[in-house]
């Protein structure tokens, strides 16, 4: 298989940690529900291929997210107890207690960076939203389990426009001091450009966040997801969101379409010389595997070079 020439540039960071979204983010919005078992499959292939951590699914309402509506049954498939971390989604105490009963270690909250998709996204505002997240946080830590925090619409909204860095950075701090281990800032619609990101990354360090508590998580929509990765790599963020093969978007956010692609990041990090960890040709057969039962092309460029 063709691979890039490593050429190094050492003030990069030397490794990151490559948070794989497509069997939530990405099975999310296909129209198709992928089976149960296909599912189960889809993550044991993202494991072998690499993968440090694979988030599984999301306990949410199963009328606002049917193509998750089995999340139990998924759960109930997969190795828990295992090396790679397989998070959820939990919006609510409700989910939480969905996900307790099933076992899972790892949970991920989901707040809006705006008014608007907290109402569309989670029946919420802006505040509430994080009434709802408290009791969430605390319990989930109680219990021993791990959370990380996404803020959504961090770069545009799709209904706002233009979202203020200091309001990005105002829920995001809300979110750490809540007891989040871990950030994710979520270009929900895709609209961020390289000099955006390094500025929202020094706004949170200058509001006092270390940078090793970040992670970035792009949408592809207007083909700027892998340079705002490697803009988020100059200013020292060491793990991004990214899902096999380009599955994704969100179902509540107009034009969200797929996540960054896996492959095309692997690619770009193996080409820099920075370690991840994936096995690329396992990772590109999961891929088309996946694309195949989809029946759709993959979004991602690599996936389409190399199959
Ligand atoms: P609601 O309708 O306001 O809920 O929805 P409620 O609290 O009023 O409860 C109504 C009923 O739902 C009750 O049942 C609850 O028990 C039940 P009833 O008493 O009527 O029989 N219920 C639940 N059932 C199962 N699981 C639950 C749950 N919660 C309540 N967790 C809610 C509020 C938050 C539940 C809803 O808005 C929801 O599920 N939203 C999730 C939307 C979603 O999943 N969006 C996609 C993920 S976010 C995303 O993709 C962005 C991200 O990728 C980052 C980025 O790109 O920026 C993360
Ligand atoms: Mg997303």
């Known amino acids: 298989m063709i691979r890039p020439t490593t050429v190094r540039d050492e003030s990069l960071p030397g490794a990151v940690t490559i948070y794989e979204v497509g069997p939530r983010d990405g099975l999310q919005n296909e129209k198709a529900v992928v089976p149960v078992e296909v599912k189960a499959e889809f993550i044991g292939r993202l ?18 997210v049917p193509q998750l509506a089995d999340a139990a049954e998924l759960v109930a498939r997969l190795p828990l107890d295992g090396p ?17 009963a099933a076992g899972v270690r790892h949970v991920a909250i989901f707040a809006s960076a705006t008014e608007t998709f907290a109402r569309k996204n989670l029946n919420s505002t802006l505040d509430d939203q994080l009434a709802m997240f408290e ?28 979202v203020a860095t200091e309001q990005v950075v105002s829920v995001g701090r809300r979110l750490l001091d809540l007891g989040a281990s871990q950030l994710s800032l979520g270009d929900t619609i895709g609209v ?37 990765a490697y803009a988020a790599l100059q200013v020292g963020v060491t793990t991004f969101d990214a899902s096999a093969g380009g599955l994704g978007g969100c179902p509540y956010a107009e034009s969200a379409t797929g996540n960054l692609a896996t492959e095309d990041l692997v690619w770009m990090l193996d080409g820099l010389g920075i370690e991840h960890g994936v096995d690329l040709p396992s990772l590109v057969a999961t891929s088309v595997w996946m694309a195949e039962i989809l029946a759709k092309e993959p979004a991602s460029a690599v996936v389409r070079a190399l199959r």
Not at 47 to 62: I, Q
Not at 152 to 162: I, V
């Open 192 to 228: 961020g450009t390289a000099e955006h990101v390094q500025a929202l990354v020094r706004a949170f360090g200058e509001a006092g966040t270390d940078v090793g508590s970040l992670a970035m998580h792009f949408h592809d929509t207007y083909g700027q997801a892998l340079a705002n």
């Open 47 to 64: 494991v072998a291929a690499g993968l440090p951590v694979v988030e599984a699914t999301s306990f949410v309402h199963p009328r606002w």
């Open 84 to 100: 790679t971390p397989l998070p959820v989604l939990v919006p609510n105490e409700r989910g939480l207690d969905r996900a307790l």
């Open 135 to 162: 009791p969430v946080v605390a319990r989930a830590r109680a219990a021993g389990l791990d959370v990380r925090a996404y803020v959504s619409m961090c770069f545009g909204d799709p209904w706002e426009g233009a």
